[in-house]
């Protein structure tokens, strides 16, 4: 995830300046500069049932959980469980009236320049509302994020890098991690069973 670039940088120099001159502006600006939150971190987002956080640099890593190139960007600030028993989830649901935005993420090789690339284009929302299980949830209002659409080079590896994701300084963090204490208890950590077989003696008969 990165800033995104709302302002010039010529004009926030400036602004900048403007305070720094002016003697009952400085302290005010200096307290806010030593307590500064990058835009980038804190950011929630959820995928095959993995709750995270993005880090002060914008980093969020999930576990690859299926082997199709193909992923979804869903940006939404609230979803629905739909339970199937206990806090077991049978799928999660897009809310009414709640905005969303849809956006799939394909990747494919070129094959005159034999590079891969993703390529990412706005799609619309399910119709019976449910959420793919190959989506990665962005907890936001979607008009405080920006997807870039069209072809973003890529590497070929079994870890996916995604396209980059931008974030306008108007997204309400603090709001969206209240709400994911709600449903955090549907994010437990997964537990190990271990079951103990038999031991099976294998006869192979080998002719020479």
Same mark, same amino acid.
Request: aromatic share 14%.
């Given at each position: 995830m990165h800033p995104y670039p709302e302002v010039e940088m010529q004009k926030a120099a400036q602004s900048v300046e403007h305070k720094i001159k002016n003697?009952?502006?400085?302290?005010? %600006?200096?307290?806010?500069?030593?307590? %500064? $939150?990058?835009? !980038?971190?804190? &950011?929630f987002s959820s995928y095959a049932g993995y709750l995270l956080a993005s880090g002060n640099n914008g980093q969020t890593s999930f576990p690859r959980r299926h082997y199709e190139? &193909?992923?979804y960007y869903l940006i939404t600030p609230q979803i629905f469980p739909v339970i199937m028993f206990g806090n077991t989830i049978h799928h999660w649901e897009l809310m009414p009236q709640v905005p969303a935005k849809l956006y799939k993420l394909e990747k494919k090789l070129d094959e005159d320049?034999?590079?891969? %690339?993703?390529h990412v284009s706005? !799609?619309?929302?399910?119709e019976d509302k449910i959420i793919s299980k190959k989506a990665i949830i962005i907890f936001? $209002?979607?008009?405080? &994020? *920006?997807?870039?659409e069209g072809i973003t080079p890529t590497q070929d590896s079994p870890q996916l890098v995604l396209p980059d994701v931008y974030i306008k300084k108007s997204v309400a963090k603090v709001r969206e991690a209240l709400y994911i204490l709600t449903i955090?208890?549907?994010?437990?950590?997964?537990?190990?069973? *271990?079951?103990?077989?038999?031991? $099976?003696?294998?006869?192979?008969?080998?002719?020479?």
């Open positions: 003697p009952g502006k400085l302290a005010k %600006y200096s307290l806010t500069s030593s307590f %500064y $939150n990058p835009i !980038v971190e804190g &950011i190139p &193909i992923l320049l034999m590079e891969h %690339y993703w706005q !799609v619309p929302l399910p936001a $209002n979607p008009e405080k &994020i *920006y997807i870039p955090r208890q549907f994010f437990a950590k997964p537990t190990t069973d *271990y079951k103990h077989e038999p031991l $099976n003696h294998i006869k192979q008969m080998a002719e020479l």
